[in-house]
């Protein structure tokens, strides 16, 4: 699940990546797995939102 607190994570750790500093090697490892969370989310929302399309009017077939 996609929370505030997991994106606002993700955001700290890109900032954190791109300054002087860097990211240590736990928090490169933290930083893949959240990600990997947030992929994970958003595929269920996204899968979530298609089965709920309703195709109610198809095109005639051509004969």
Known sequence: ?????????????SRKQRSPEGLTEEE???QARLRQEYLAGFRENMKSVLDQIEIVDELP???
């Open 1 to 13: 699940m996609i929370t505030k607190e997991l994106i606002n994570r993700i955001n700290a750790l």
């Open 61 to 63: 077939k051509k004969n």
């Open 28 to 30: 490169k490892q933290e």
